[in-house]
């Protein structure tokens, strides 16, 4: 696939933004009643002022949702991801049972590596922008490079195409940017095509190419920077062009605020009209008949404890009278208000208020998601999530913060919705399991003996995160330690025996020379 020869990058882009059109045109609709910031108009400049929506409830939903499913991503105390064996290391693994929990406790020790390479790199500033986004547009691009925070591309600044299953064949990223901002190479390489006052737009082209890679490259001006040019493979990819609900044969997403415009334009509507009648009812206004004694200017003009010529009849207040109809405005507007409060999770709270978040908390919460959101989580897992443990698994290889393992024995999976987040779900399904036993126990003693409690101590600690090197005593302390207890057993069992034998004289006797056998 080369159609990009005859091409530049910026031809490219216009003629794939005819097809974002209509996706970008709703997203607008669906900023304006939630959060305008986020998709301005085409027209928008620093000068322009937004929208002001009449309600706040859109703009409460997407924060809170965004912070649930940012809680959910990217945990604060867990790793969200387990390393799982597979192949025939896998089957290598089935034939050693003695060596699974170590290898189980070297995996935890990896997947801690990388989570806390999440918390260094201050992954959730970006990330919670863009799910702000994903829930309002659909659609936004995210890129992680090597150095510095993650960059967050709304849905006017790139275009992409799919193929039918969702896989990205190719994306052009527009950017504005100042000449000063140019490093040297790349001014050599502009010698005379730009001033120094103007701004530039930069292009990244980015399209699939043959041995599942994809080709990068950047034009300034239509020429292609050489110091951009480079590839990458799939599970190295620091793209990632995410959907918020995916349509297939679609290359963007639809929003999740799309699903509910018409409640949020009907709550738009009354707002404005509660707020602009409550104004009219508040605004105070004299009538005086005419030809009445009461003149109008003596009115106007009084104080407090002034005296003037009138009749009381003549003076009467403007009534607007429209209390019942205020009524069922305010009915309305309750009701619309709470079916977006269940549409935007605002009506339960998940989560306590808490430095830390148990395992349960986070799977319930996973749980409430999904039944609610319809498996957009397991979307974001598949295309945000797993790309992102291979990129900085990749990364961490390279620069020897990690061990580098063989090809295909080990591949990162995400613990998605019900099923809890990281070895914490497999914590949960050991302690059930243990529980279990004992309550056969209970009945046959005998089947409490079958468990294997070192290993079964050791998986407990992975599951909780735990490095238990120095901890837990080794197979060798163990066994020394038993051949220890064994001897003290037989020299207590042999002094009995002789004790009932002879006589005490003899049995002291018999004592210390057993003694001095042992030692």
């Known amino acids: 696939m080369d159609i990009q020869k005859d091409t530049t990058a910026k031809q490219r882009y216009e003629k794939l933004a005819a097809d974002?059109?209509?996706?970008?045109?709703?997203?607008?609709?669906?900023?304006?009643?939630?959060?305008?910031?986020?998709?301005?108009?085409?027209?928008?400049?620093?000068?322009?002022?937004?929208?002001?929506?009449?309600?706040?409830?859109?703009?409460?939903?997407?924060?809170?949702?965004?912070?649930?499913?940012?809680?959910?991503?990217?945990?604060?105390?867990?790793?969200?991801?387990?390393?799982?064996?597979?192949?025939?290391?896998?089957e290598e693994l089935d034939q050693q049972k003695e060596v699974k929990a170590s290898v189980e406790e070297a995996l935890g020790k990896m997947e801690r590596e990388i989570a806390h390479k999440i918390e260094r790199l201050a992954l959730r500033v970006s990330t919670f922008e863009a799910l702000k986004h994903l829930i309002v547009a659909g659609n936004v691009l995210t890129y992680l490079p090597k150095e510095g925070n993650m960059r967050v591309y709304p849905l006017t600044q790139y275009v992409c195409t799919r193929d039918s299953s969702g896989t990205l064949l190719e994306i052009v990223i527009k950017e504005n940017i100042s000449p000063l901002s140019l490093d040297d190479e790349t001014r050599a390489e502009l010698?005379?095509?730009?001033?120094?006052?103007?701004?530039?737009?930069?292009?990244?082209?980015?399209?699939?190419?043959?041995?599942?890679?994809?080709?990068?490259?950047?034009?300034?001006?239509?020429?292609?920077?050489?110091?951009?040019?480079?590839?990458?493979?799939?599970?190295?990819?620091?793209?990632?062009?995410?959907?918020?609900?995916?349509?297939?044969?679609?290359?963007?997403?639809?929003?999740?605020?799309?699903?509910?415009?018409?409640?949020?334009?009907?709550?738009?509507?009354?707002?404005?009209?509660?707020?602009?009648?409550a104004a009219a009812s508040s605004k105070v206004v004299f009538m005086v008949k005419p030809n009445s004694v009461t003149r109008k200017s003596d009115l106007a003009q009084t104080r407090n404890g002034d005296i003037i010529t009138g009749t009381r009849e003549d003076?009467?207040?403007?009534?607007?009278?429209?209390?019942?109809?205020?009524?069922?405005?305010?009915?309305?507007?309750?009701?619309?208000?709470?079916?977006?409060?269940?549409?935007?999770?605002?009506?339960?709270?998940?989560?306590?208020?808490?430095?830390?978040?148990?395992a349960q908390e986070i799977r319930y919460m996973a749980q409430q998601?999904?039944?609610?959101?319809?498996?957009?989580?397991?979307?974001?897992?598949?295309?945000?999530?797993?790309?992102?443990?291979?990129?900085?698994?990749?990364?961490?290889?390279?620069?020897?913060?990690?061990?580098?393992?063989?090809?295909?024995?080990?591949?990162?999976?995400?613990?998605?919705?019900?099923?809890?987040?990281?070895?914490?779900?497999?914590?949960?399904?050991?302690?059930?399991?243990?529980m279990e036993i004992m309550n056969v126990a209970q009945i046959n003693p005998q089947i409490a003996q079958a468990l294997n409690t070192q290993d079964l101590v050791t998986r407990i600690a992975t599951g909780l995160g735990i490095d238990v090197e120095g901890l837990i005593k080794t197979q060798d302390q163990l066994q020394a330690e038993q051949e220890a207890a064994m001897e003290q057993q037989q020299e207590a069992m042999m002094t009995e025996k002789t004790m009932d034998v002879v006589g005490p004289a003899a049995a002291e006797a018999v004592k210390n020379e057993v003694a001095e056998l042992m030692s």
Do not use: W
């Open 369 to 434: 998601l999904e039944t609610s959101m319809g498996g957009v989580y397991s979307l974001l897992s598949q295309e945000f999530q797993l790309p992102l443990v291979n990129v900085l698994m990749k990364r961490m290889q390279q620069t020897k913060e990690i061990p580098t393992l063989p090809k295909g024995s080990v591949e990162p999976v995400i613990i998605t919705g019900i099923e809890a987040l990281g070895r914490g779900n497999d914590l949960q399904k050991l302690r059930e399991f243990v």
């Open 315 to 358: 003076v009467t207040c403007l009534q607007t009278e429209k209390q019942y109809d205020l009524q069922i405005v305010e009915r309305s507007i309750s009701k619309l208000e709470e079916r977006l409060s269940f549409a935007f999770l605002l009506h339960t709270a998940i989560q306590r208020e808490a430095e830390r978040v148990t």
């Open 20 to 90: 974002r059109f209509h996706f970008l045109d709703r997203a607008r609709d669906c900023a304006e009643l939630t959060i305008p910031s986020l998709i301005p108009d085409e027209s928008f400049s620093e000068s322009s002022k937004l929208y002001t929506p009449f309600q706040s409830v859109g703009a409460r939903g997407v924060n809170n949702l965004s912070s649930k499913l940012l809680l959910l991503l990217l945990p604060p105390n867990s790793p969200f991801f387990r390393f799982s064996i597979s192949g025939k290391a896998k």
């Open 191 to 277: 010698e005379g095509q730009y001033k120094d006052d103007e701004s530039l737009d930069i292009f990244t082209h980015i399209y699939k190419i043959p041995d599942k890679k994809y080709y990068v490259c950047q034009e300034i001006k239509g020429i292609k920077l050489q110091t951009s040019i480079g590839t990458f493979t799939e599970n190295n990819f620091p793209y990632m062009a995410l959907r918020m609900i995916r349509v297939d044969n679609e290359d963007y997403g639809r929003s999740y605020v799309e699903e509910f415009l018409g409640d949020l334009k009907s709550l738009e509507g009354l707002s404005q009209s509660l707020v602009e009648s």
